[in-house]
């Protein structure tokens, strides 16, 4: 695990990041790097790199620091995790292990429960699948998911990417089917805290359509500049 890195955005989880890098830690990972992407009150965090931005740009955008930040300090592997408490550390190695194998990227998947997140939010992140799936060619089973792992290869791929805030999430599906990068999907368990339960989430049906129109004018834009050089 030496040079596999942790990442984790995070932004106003004063409430959740020290205990969430504790539980990273007891399951043998060191090396983690938190970006705090313009918290309004920026936790004292022990056990892990802290990056800071001085102004909130976004989850996209601190998840990539993250993961150049990493390739710099010589990563192998790449994790990224989210600080809200909601992923399970345990899940990290699961999440590595098809990396041992071929695999360039491994995307994990929440099975929803309707006890736990409103009927909206689960409709939402399918609506989100299904825009996603459309664009890129490739049917995930959550898109949205923060817990992600790469290699050094295809994270160097990932980082590419337009998208600043959560659109981040389905720009590396399109990635992937860009690149041809080969992936995996694992299971993950998610863990329900007050907090996360309670937080204000981006993921919504307003999201879900700005999220495509993103996509659209980026999708266009990328074949508009293909063109332009095929001419010349």
């Known amino acids: 695990m030496d040079k596999t890195w942790v990442i984790i955005p995070v932004y106003n ?17 060191k090396n983690i790097i938190v970006v705090d992407d313009g918290s309004q009150n920026p936790a004292n965090v022990s056990g892990a790199k802290v990056i800071r931005h001085t102004i909130n740009r976004g ?16 990563a192998d592997y790449v ?4 600080g809200d408490g909601q992923h399970d550390p345990k899940d990290l190695s699961k999440m590595l292990a098809p990396l041992h194998h ?8 929440r099975k929803f429960s309707p006890r736990h997140m409103p009927l909206f939010k689960i409709l939402a992140n399918h609506l989100a699948n299904v825009l996603t799936g459309a664009i890129s060619g490739l049917w995930v089973k959550d898109c949205m998911c923060g817990l992600k792992a790469y290699t050094a290869r295809a994270a160097r ?15 590396v599906v399109i990635q992937v089917s860009r690149h041809k990068l080969k ?20 993921l919504n049906s307003i999201f879900a359509l700005k999220t495509l129109y993103f996509l659209l004018v980026n999708q266009s834009s990328r074949v508009n500049s293909n063109r332009r050089r095929r001419r010349n």
Do not use: M, W
Request: aromatic residues 8%.
């Open 13 to 29: 989880e004063d409430a959740s990041i020290t205990s969430v890098v504790k539980f990273v830690r007891r399951q043998g990972f």
């Open 59 to 74: 989850k996209g955008a601190a998840t990539k620091t993250g993961i150049q930040a990493a390739l710099l300090l010589g």
């Open 79 to 82: 994790v990224t995790l989210d």
């Open 102 to 109: 071929g695999v360039d990227v491994v995307l994990g998947y």
């Open 157 to 171: 791929i990932i980082i590419r990417t337009c998208g600043d805030h959560y659109e981040y999430e389905n720009e």
């Open 183 to 202: 992936f995996s999907q694992v299971p993950i368990t998610t863990i329900y805290t007050r907090h996360s339960r309670t937080k204000t989430t981006q």
